[in-house]
């Protein structure tokens, strides 16, 4: 498929049915943020808050991805985040690798054409496998740069969503990691792209951002369950 800009294309995401994880879904997310930011963020697939307002990791933890932004001097509106896969599983299962691949051929990769990143930071196991390969493991590969087939150099680090089912020691070091691979990746992307800002002086209320989207897909009820 191909479209004319990013907005059409979000449009035709927003309404597709190419496979079965749309029947569980109650819609296709898309993305938030900056669409000619020169960060990247994708993460997995999208849980129960992002599917009720049709936008990746604004939930739990979309809200600890910002704490972790913020220490590293970012703020959501001007990094692009996105997901591998659009539709969330049914029970919020992980989605296999190939649903992932089948998702992100035709949807992510056409995404980063418009986008044009120049680093890309990969959330968790799910984008790891699909970035790099799907023998990479998140435990073994996070913090070490890759090249995509974007031609973008990307970073692993652990998904929030981990770091949400950890506790005590085993946390503060995930965090520590997290923190590390993020701090990465904005220094590359300082390098490479100098010029452009990465924090605003407010942090952007993504939920009331996108409380209309949210009505709306309440409205159309229209996924067949
Ligand atoms: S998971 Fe991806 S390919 Fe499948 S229906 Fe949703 S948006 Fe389309």
Redesign the pocket.
Known sequence: MSFPDHASLEKA?LE????H??QSAIG?TSFNGSVDSPLAIVGEGPGGVEDEYGVPLVGPSGQLLDKALGSVGVTRDKIYTTNV???RPKNNRTPTVEEGR??AE??LDVELTFVKPKVIVALGSVALKYLMGPDARITRDRGKWFDTKYGVPAIATYHPAYLLRLIGKDLVKAKWEVFYDLKAAVEKCRELAPDRELESAEKPDLLSLYAARRVSRQQAGSAPR
């Open positions: 995401l597709c049915s190419l496979c994880l749309r296709p896969i659009k539709c089948f998702c035709h949807w």
